[in-house]
């Protein structure tokens, strides 16, 4: 088992805790850990060996960890996750949602991927013509 980025003391900063959410918090640390560092890795980084290089890298992981652990707290809480976009109708009724992330409690947004240079834009150009070096 890997290192644990944060702790309960790091995410009772933000909010208070009940007693019921500091037990749930400690497992979903570990589990955010995990799955942020399983996240660098299909990517291509060493997300130990990049916060060993830069204590700054690590506070910033160290946040990444705890907002995404109290989003959870709070889905978990409210039974209502966040929703992206809604629609209602009125007489005949109708509500429509799209869930920000539906079926998992646990996750992480691109904004923060992409602020830990995790996720980033690729280059590459493909030559459609094939003209090579072909002289007339």
């Known amino acids: 088992m890997g290192a644990v980025y944060a702790a309960v ?34 990517y291509g980084c060493d997300l130990d060996g990049m916060i060993a290089d830069d204590p700054d890298y690590g506070t910033a992981v160290k946040s990444v960890v705890v907002q995404a652990v109290i989003r959870a707290l709070n889905s978990v809480s409210d039974n209502s996750p966040p929703a992206v976009q809604s629609s209602q109708a009125a007489m ?10 539906s079926g998992q409690a646990l996750y992480y947004l691109k904004n923060e991927l992409k602020d830990l240079g995790l996720l980033r834009q690729r280059f590459g150009a493909l030559e459609v013509y094939d ?4 002289q007339d």
């Open 9 to 42: 003391a790091d995410i009772q900063l933000f909010r208070p805790l009940t007693a019921q959410e500091q037990k749930q918090a400690k497992p979903l640390l570990d589990s955010a850990s995990a799955k942020l560092r399983l996240t660098a890795k299909k």
């Open 92 to 101: 005949g009724y109708s509500v429509s949602m799209t869930w920000l992330a």
């Open 131 to 134: 003209i090579g070096d072909k």
